[in-house]
Nanobody, 119 residues
Framework: QVRLVESGGGLVQAGDSLRLSCAASGRTFSIYAMGWFRQAPGKEREFVATVIWNGGGTDYADSVKGRFTISRDNPKNTVFLQMNSLKPEDTAVYYC????????????WGQGTQVTVSS
């Protein structure tokens, strides 16, 4: 199992930037990809971004393309989400997730970090 701990959330104004971090521990050798998801009040959890652990390929939700950047620091087992030009609709709890080599879906999840963007 991979343990994930997010940090970096907070309250910002529209147009500001935030960087989220997610530190992985445990069976990190098994990680195939890591991703960020978010869940706003009253809404279902949605995909935000993902990065392939070895290789670095990335993918983003259309709603964040051009504003958010996912990156990773493999030696430190950490993934980041740089969020620029934040909008009130980005307000949500952001979750870090990891997908193991043998899994189809993300199978490890962090506890979440709150991001609130005021207008």
């Amino acid at each position: 199992q991979v343990r994930l701990v997010e940090s970096g959330g907070g309250l910002v104004q529209a147009g500001d930037s935030l960087r989220l971090s997610c530190a992985a521990s445990g069976r990190t050798f098994s990680i195939y990809a890591m991703g960020w998801f978010r869940q706003a009040p009253g809404k279902e959890r949605e995909f935000v971004a993902t990065v392939i652990w070895n290789g670095g390929g990335t993918d983003y939700a259309d709603s964040v393309k051009g504003r958010f950047t996912i990156s990773r620091d493999n030696p430190k087992n950490t993934v980041f989400l740089q969020m620029n030009s934040l909008k009130p609709e980005d307000t949500a709890v952001y979750y870090c997730a990891a997908r193991s080599n043998w899994e189809i879906n993300y199978n490890s999840w962090g506890q979440g970090t709150q991001v609130t963007v005021s207008s």
